[in-house]
T-cell receptor, first 120, second 113 residues
Framework: AQKITQTQPGMFVQEKEAVTLDCTYD???????LFWYKQPSSGEMIFLIY??????QNATEGRYSLNFQKARKSANLVISASQLGDSAMYFC?????????????????FGTGTRLLVSP | NAGVTQTPKFRVLKTGQSMTLLCAQD?????MYWYRQDPGMGLRLIHY???????AKGEVPDGYNVSRLKKQNFLLGLESAAPSQTSVYFC????????????FGDGTRLSIL
């Protein structure tokens, strides 16, 4: 079974600094996808970034980038220039179901999350 | 731009009562999902649907039923609520094409006494 591990229950960072949130995964599939979501205190789930297992370059979306190390099975989220509004829970998730990668259907397996606190 | 709308946002039930959570999306998405979120456990998939009239079990389906009679709606039912079903429930949807991310509703906080 596929599994996502986020070993950092909480992280602290000062405003304007960069922070890395760790995510390791376990899968026997060759084709898979990795997602990061943000959950602020208000509760909604906000999509941040996606990395496909066959993508040659690390994904980037504005201040978010994904440090994808396939051999190590890690997909760490890097937030550059942290802002107070980045304080939230962050979830790493992996897309299950090899063989349906191009259909859009996703059975996501989530990690337990990392709570990030950005201080002034 | 409503996106994914969940009703109700909060509900308190007594053990044994039944209720239905409604999820509606206005993005014409083919796929829809119901998750539950419990402290320290991340999100777990309850049921999902790949199209109108089709549903399937996820990781934790026991005690829940679902229906998708219309493409835009995905209903989650609790026939006989139990305290173990106290949780925050999220609905999500996404398009069929490519690696589209799931769009989530704002969640329903359900307490069962």
């Amino acid at each position: 079974a596929q599994k996502i591990t986020q070993t950092q229950p909480g992280m602290f960072v000062q405003e304007k600094e960069a922070v890395t949130l760790d995510c390791t995964y376990d899968t026997s599939d060759q084709s898979y996808g990795l997602f990061w979501y943000k959950q602020p205190s208000s509760g909604e789930m906000i999509f941040l970034i996606y990395q496909g297992s066959y993508d040659e370059q690390n994904a980037t979306e504005g201040r978010y980038s994904l440090n994808f190390q396939k051999a190590r099975k890690s997909a760490n989220l890097v937030i550059s220039a942290s802002q107070l509004g980045d304080s939230a829970m962050y979830f790493c998730a992996m897309r299950e179901a090899a063989g349906v990668m191009n259909t859009g259907f996703q059975k996501l397996v989530f990690g337990t999350g990392t709570r990030l606190l950005v201080s002034p | 731009n409503a996106g994914v709308t969940q009703t109700p946002k909060f509900r308190v039930l007594k053990t044994g009562q039944s209720m239905t959570l409604l999820c509606a999306q206005d993005m014409n998405h083919e796929y829809m999902y119901w998750y539950r979120q419990d402290p320290g456990m991340g999100l777990r998939l309850i049921h999902y649907s790949v199209g109108e009239g089709t549903t399937a079990k996820g990781e934790v389906p026991d005690g829940y039923n679902v229906s998708r009679l219309k493409k835009q709606n995905f209903l989650l039912g609790l026939e006989s609520a139990a305290p173990s079903q106290t949780s925050v429930y999220f609905c999500a949807s996404n398009r069929r094409q490519g690696h589209q991310p799931q769009h989530f509703g704002d969640g329903t906080r359900l307490s069962i006494l």
